[in-house]
């Protein structure tokens, strides 16, 4: 009796740990272009940083504890996450596995370019004040405004944004546009020379929706 009352203490104090497992790195770089590799992730948040630093708060639900690995190149700084697991082998086949779920809160200073490289992986941008390259399999995609040029490239989800005295380029083969709850024809082109900000999005089946201001 005393075996299994200290088992189940032992994995309620194991699921706990799971339920609270994250991971922060806080650092300052000099380079202008970042890469940030989600494919691990599930959801990818992007905010303005209010100081000079790069936050990453990595935050998982599942058994996975998320490293943050970051890496600086000559014209680029690569930011990766490496899981390793916290269960430990004797309590295995007491555990049920959960469904790996973890996110990421990203804080960059403005008038970074940054790309976000990912599989099944929904993306959400509070009106970032910089360049975005996002390329994705498939998920949610809501980037609010879009302060500075874009070039979104993903197979499947739904799109929205706003942006205002920008250039459009959007192409969707089986999915549908919308600008200002206007149905638009694929590819929804829009060219102004007087304008650098360009918006161009990719994608197969993608449902895109556009506010113009």
Not at 46 to 68: A, F, K, P, R
Not at 97 to 103: D, H, I, P
Request: glycine share 2%.
């Amino acid at each position: 009796m005393r075996y299994y009352i200290t088992l189940v203490i032992i994995l309620v104090s194991q699921f706990t740990i799971l339920g609270q497992n994250s991971s922060f790195k806080s650092f300052v770089s000099p380079l202008n272009e970042i890469e940030v590799n989600v494919k691990a992730l599930d959801e990818v948040k992007i905010q303005n940083s209010e100081t000079n630093e790069i936050e990453i708060h990595v935050l998982s639900q599942s058994e996975q504890h998320y490293d943050v690995i970051t890496k600086e190149f000559e014209s680029f700084l690569k930011i990766d996450f490496k899981a390793s697991s916290l269960s430990r082998n004797v309590f295995r086949k007491y555990i049920t596995k959960r469904v790996n779920r973890a996110s990421v809160l990203i804080k960059i200073p403005e008038n970074k370019s940054l790309t976000i490289v990912g599989e099944n992986v929904d993306v959400i941008s509070e009106n970032y004040k910089g360049d975005l390259n996002i390329f994705i399999e498939k998920g949610y995609v809501n980037l609010n405004e879009v302060k500075r040029s874009l070039n979104l490239k993903l197979f499947q989800g739904n799109v929205y944004f706003s942006s205002k005295k920008s250039n459009f380029n959007i192409k969707t083969n089986r999915g549908k546009i919308k600008c200002n709850d206007s149905l638009k024809t694929s590819p929804y082109l829009k060219k102004n020379r007087s304008l650098k900000k360009q918006i161009k999005v990719s994608s197969i089946r993608a449902n895109i929706f556009v506010n113009e201001l």
